[in-house]
């Protein structure tokens, strides 16, 4: 299995997902600030391919970031319903959620703090396993600060830019469940904590880390 992976390749690979292609393709309708599709529509999609699976085997939901100054409930519902309208057909399961209100669920969600994040990447830097540290925008630009060889070669490590290690473990468990050849490298098995949930919406939810 190849260990290395070129942003082509990259784009390749997420493309073979209909899913992901047809809400890139449909992400700039929407005029959102940051627009991203990013997380586990992207790095599971990859782990999907190279195990020979279809590509959107395991994939329980698609995480569309974007950033608005208000962080209201009620602005970002707006959004929610709109792109609930947009991607209706899909028949796939869309969070949606803007990085500037992520501060005010979070600790009710986890019981965990989370500083207040300053843009969409920032929240992507912050992803708990390095590799899946991945983001699309609505230019079809890829954001990888981690790089993409961890991820073709499914080399899992904690993010130390991560703000709630606890909840690595857990994380990493169900990655495994669904893709046993990956490899956890991080050696930190005092990590317990329950994995983030998510609420619910009709067709579009709000999202987990």
């Not at 590509?55 to 409930?73: G, K, M, N, T």
């Not at 843009?119 to 830097?125: A, L, T």
Request: net charge neutral.
């Amino acid at each position: 299995m190849p260990r290395t992976m070129t942003e082509a390749e990259f784009l390749l690979t997420i493309g073979r997902n209909p899913v992901n292609t047809a809400i890139l393709a449909r992400l700039p309708r929407l005029g959102l600030q940051q627009a991203h599709l990013a997380a586990g529509a992207l790095f599971q999609t990859v782990w999907n391919v190279r195990s020979g699976l279809d590509p959107q085997a395991h994939i329980r939901d698609y995480d569309l970031f974007y950033w608005d100054d208000d962080p209201s409930f009620e602005a970002e519902d707006a959004v929610i319903r709109r792109a609930g309208a947009l991607f209706r057909d899909l028949g796939a399961r869309i969070e949606v959620r803007n990085q500037a209100r992520v501060h005010l669920w979070f600790p009710e969600k986890t019981g965990l703090p989370r500083p207040p994040l300053a843009s969409v990447r920032e929240g992507i830097d912050q992803f708990l396993v390095e590799c899946t540290c991945v983001g699309v925008d609505a230019t079809g630009t890829v954001y990888a600060p981690r790089g993409l060889d961890d991820l073709a070669a499914g080399r899992l490590k904690l993010n130390g830019r991560n703000h709630t290690p606890s909840l690595y473990r857990a994380k990493v468990q169900a990655y495994l469940q669904r893709w046993p050849w990956l490899t956890d490298l991080s050696a930190a098995d005092h990590l317990t904590g329950p994995a983030c949930g998510a609420d619910e919406r009709q067709g579009v939810r709000r999202g987990k880390d």
